[in-house]
């Protein structure tokens, strides 16, 4: 997009700035009454950060900005004719900055967003970065997963990564409740999940988001893959026009469009967030995109089902601490979802709209058990599915995990044959544990699966 050039006769004001501390950034956001254009450039020995901002104003001061634990030590601005606006940064380290600009939405006017990557130690310190306007562009991987080579024989813990969502800029879905915001709500339930997940034998929990910040989507998945997740689980609170709308849901990706308008509605609002936090422009390697998208669509089918299956374990314990919004899980397009190698779960917790379940989503006891029935759900799913090389692995093949009696919710594409092979029980067994007089099962259905002792997969 090319400001014209009566856009920056008119000057805009800068009415606010606000910033966020990341584990690896610093994120300034300047919001503006109307579009600016910018360039960005870095000045070492003292190191600082010079934003030019023509057609703007300043219209506010840097006094509020929380400067410690960031690179920041300082903000100053000069007002260079009275349409052009000089930030300078002055920092005690070296960074790399990234700018963009933001369009208004919903939420936010005009935005002017500065980046400053912290630099490892050592790192040779990138060239002066100069961004004009850029669109916004959807962001498919055209990276290969790195492959984790499984330890033969070996124990290692199995690894869910945590997805608070939303965060910093971003607060997701408002609440009844005066300062309680969906990004919050999300980061407590995550650190309670976490806490139970690591009292786990044989399990580890790692946070995607570990404070306020904004996390891009596609970012999300990256950083759960880094840290080698088995599952990925994004934790949300849902909000709706009306205020009445209750319950907590599960979603999996769907391949083929929303399997409900509900489902494509959320997918819409969760992934305005980067249309919210903003992606940044991010470079895409084109080549071999074809493929990777071959390769993307395969291993995405592959995981589907897994999603899936945890997702309907996750959501049968939910329903027993809190009243779900829809009792099977529902399938969108949600970005967050798209890690190809990965099985992963969106869970709504519940909706933050609603001023009952405001309430009990911000009270820590509700939160603890929720996330307990969460835990329930994805330890059962991967006693029955353990990753090979897992501690879990070695206690199955072992004979040393018994199941209690479960409940299946049956799922679309499923027979009877399937699941009884999923529980390795019998056909006979599980027809007798339900009466069943035929093998014909409907969606929904709810089957008792009788304990069993698992044993190795043939
Ligand atoms: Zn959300």
Known sequence: MVALAADVMAASDVRSVRLWRAPDNTRLVFDLSGPVQHSVFLLSSPN???IDVSGAKLATNFDQLTLSNTPITGVRSAQRTPNDL???IDLSAAVTPKSFTLAPNQ???HRLVVDLFDQESGAAPSLPTTVATAPQVPVTPTQAPPKLTPIPNGKRDIVIAIDAGHGGEDPGALSPVKGQYEKHVTLAIS???QRQINAEKGFRAELVRTGDYFIPLRKRTEIARKKGADLFVSIHADAAPRAAAFGASVYALSDRGATSETARWLADAENQSDLIGGAGNVSLD???KMLAGVLLDLSMTASLSSSLNVGNKVLGNMGRVTPLHKRRVEQAGFMVLKSPDIPSILVETGFI?????????ASASHQQALARSIVTG???FFHENPPPGTHVAWLRDNGKITLGPREHVVSSGESLALIAQRYQVSLVVLRSANSLKSDVIKVGQRLQIPATALAAQP
């Open 48 to 50: 600082r950060i010079v």
């Open 86 to 88: 000089r930030v300078v």
């Open 107 to 109: 939420q936010y006017g």
């Open 191 to 193: 650190k309670e999940l």
């Open 286 to 288: 084109d080549k071999d």
């Open 353 to 361: 709209s609603n001023p009952n379940e405001a309430k009990k989503l």
């Open 378 to 380: 994805v330890r059962q």
